[in-house]
T-cell receptor, first 116, second 109 residues
Framework: DGGITQSPKYLFRKEGQNVTLSCEQN?????MYWYRQDPGQGLRLIYY???????QKGDIAEGYSVSREKKESFPLTVTSAQKNPTAFYLC???????????????FGNGTRLTVT | DAKTTQPNSMESNEEEPVHLPCNHS???????IHWYRQLPSQGPEYVIH???SNVNNRMASLAIAEDRKSSTLILHRATLRDAAVYYC??????????FGGGTRLMVKP
């Protein structure tokens, strides 16, 4: 079955360390997204990529970085510059944002990051 | 971008219909109405979307007001597995999906 895999499900880090969250999809989707969710809140867009080797900042990109070297992979690095990194991180993909902006987003089941 | 207003929470009894309202008074002519839901500790999942006409699929129905300033997501027979946060989102070619607070639906057995 096709889908999006985020790993690990839970991640613990010490303050000051960079950490990379994995997101892999086998849906052959062009567009991929990273969202952040804080307790009881909606989702906020961090970064998105519409095609390999290209990505754009979302609403809250500061303290985060991404890469898109392969179509199926869109890892997110939470750097030590992110002031409040503890959150639930969600990755999503979409067939092609440009071709059909109404096509549904497919989400992974998230990574819960705790930084102490 | 058009904003949406949803109740923070709603309660329903199992096996009864549920009507989840959404107001979007600033919607423009080419904006679509999307609904997603998020079960506890999971990523959101797509439910349904529409433009003007009412829409049905295996998960739910979407009723859109004639003036398009409001819409209602209808779950025909709520089950315990339908307990989730339901997001109403306005989408056009230029914007990203923006997930607000949504409506937390609680289903009582």
């Amino acid at each position: 079955d096709g889908g999006i895999t985020q790993s690990p499900k839970y991640l613990f880090r010490k303050e000051g360390q960079n950490v990379t969250l994995s997101c892999e999809q086998n849906l052959n989707h062009d567009a991929m997204y990273w969202y952040r969710q804080d307790p009881g809140q909606g989702l906020r867009l961090i970064y998105y990529s519409q095609i390999v080797n290209d990505f754009q900042k979302g609403d809250i990109a500061e303290g985060y970085s991404v890469s898109r070297e392969k179509k199926e992979s869109f890892p997110l690095t939470v750097t030590s510059a992110q002031k409040n990194p503890t959150a639930f991180y969600l990755c999503a993909s979409q067939p092609s944002r440009a071709a059909d902006y109404n096509s549904p987003l497919h989400f992974g089941n998230g990574t819960r990051l705790t930084v102490t | 971008d058009a904003k949406t207003t949803q109740p923070n929470s709603m309660e329903s009894n199992e096996e009864e219909p549920v009507h989840l309202p959404c107001n979007h008074s600033t919607i423009s002519g080419t904006d679509y109405i999307h609904w997603y839901r998020q079960l506890p500790s999971q990523g959101p999942e797509y439910v349904i979307h529409g433009l003007t006409s009412n829409v049905n699929n295996r998960m739910a129905s979407l009723a859109i007001a004639e003036d398009r300033k409001s819409s209602t997501l209808i779950l025909h027979r709520a089950t315990l597995r339908d307990a989730a946060v339901y997001y109403c989102i306005i989408k056009n070619a230029g914007n990203m999906l923006t997930f607000g607070g949504g409506t937390r639906l609680m289903v009582k057995p």
